[in-house]
């Protein structure tokens, strides 16, 4: 299948605005259009369609943290992650962000560098933030079974501040049960990219389907139904 290039910003003029209210914090970030189109169906839908955005070419959000939103603008353009930015906490959120964003690419990539930061001594995962994942993500998600997995291999910070989600544990117990006879006592900290690539999650839903839920998410009456 050939692969879709991101448009030249060259040639791109277009810009889309999104706003974000986060309890007392506020930031706008003005984006190329065509740039955050590209690798997003969720924004691509919301600033092409006959939504609200679509005519205003601006996005308000209520529940996005500008630190994490910033790390995404950061990656539209360089489409790269620093491990050194990342900790536990903002590494499931970027991922919940993206898998938010209709963004396979970038769950990937913060998942690449996360685990590179796994490897440096000292640094282990924190169980306290599973409950975060698993809190927003489904049963058989890539993110759970990579934090399941973490915590079977061992060697994880636990630091739990309330009760573990029961899924949680399911998870680990599967993950245990399913390994077991091949498991050569490696973390997947220890993981290379090929081994990685058993997390790695990817968006198969179409256009017309995703602006319909941008739909159902901003209140806006979808104009796509027949």
Same mark, same amino acid.
């Given at each position: 299948?050939?692969?879709?290039?991101?448009?030249? %910003?060259?040639?791109?003029?277009?810009?889309?605005?999104?706003?974000?209210?986060? @309890? #007392?914090?506020? $930031?706008?970030?003005?984006? +190329?259009?065509?740039?955050?189109?590209? +690798?997003?169906?969720?924004?691509?839908?919301?600033?092409?369609?006959?939504? !609200?955005?679509? !005519?205003? *070419? *601006?996005?308000?959000?209520? /529940?996005? =943290?500008?630190?994490?939103?910033?790390?995404?603008?950061?990656? &539209?353009?360089? *489409?790269?992650?620093?491990?050194?930015?990342?900790?536990?906490?903002?590494?499931?959120?970027? *991922?919940?962000?993206?898998?938010?964003?209709?963004?396979?690419?970038?769950?990937?990539?913060?998942?690449?560098?996360?685990? !590179?930061? %796994?490897?440096?001594?000292?640094?282990?995962?924190?169980? #306290?933030?599973?409950? %975060?994942?698993?809190?927003?993500?489904? /049963?058989?998600?890539?993110?759970?079974?990579?934090?399941?997995? &973490? $915590?079977?291999?061992?060697?994880?910070?636990?630091?739990?501040?309330?009760?573990? +989600?029961?899924?949680?544990?399911?998870?680990?117990?599967?993950?245990?049960?399913?390994?077991?006879?091949?498991?050569?006592? #490696?973390?997947?900290? /220890?993981?290379?990219?090929?081994?990685?690539?058993?997390?790695?999650? @990817?968006? @198969?839903?179409?256009?017309?389907?995703?602006? #319909?839920?941008?739909?159902?998410? +901003?209140?806006?009456? =979808?104009?796509?139904?027949?």
């Amino acid at each position: 299948m050939a692969v879709r290039l991101c448009p030249s %910003l060259r040639y791109s003029t277009e810009m889309v605005t999104v706003n974000l209210q986060y @309890g #007392r914090e506020k $930031a706008s970030f003005t984006i +190329h259009k065509s740039t955050i189109s590209h +690798h997003s169906p969720f924004f691509l839908a919301a600033f092409n369609g006959a939504f !609200q955005e679509g !005519q205003t *070419q *601006q996005m308000t959000l209520t /529940d996005v =943290d500008p630190k994490i939103f910033t790390i995404y603008v950061d990656w &539209l353009y360089s *489409q790269h992650i620093s491990p050194t930015f990342l900790s536990e906490k903002i590494f499931i959120q970027t *991922q919940l962000l993206a898998h938010r964003f209709l963004s396979p690419r970038l769950c990937n990539e913060v998942l690449r560098a996360y685990n !590179q930061l %796994l490897k440096t001594p000292g640094v282990y995962p924190e169980m #306290r933030y599973f409950n %975060l994942a698993y809190e927003n993500t489904v /049963d058989g998600s890539p993110l759970r079974k990579y934090l399941a997995s &973490l $915590a079977a291999g061992g060697r994880c910070s636990l630091g739990w501040k309330k009760k573990a +989600h029961r899924e949680v544990l399911e998870d680990i117990l599967e993950w245990v049960k399913v390994n077991m006879r091949t498991w050569n006592g #490696r973390s997947v900290r /220890d993981y290379g990219e090929e081994e990685l690539k058993m997390f790695f999650g @990817g968006v @198969g839903k179409t256009t017309k389907s995703i602006a #319909r839920e941008v739909g159902t998410v +901003h209140g806006i009456p =979808d104009r796509t139904a027949n």
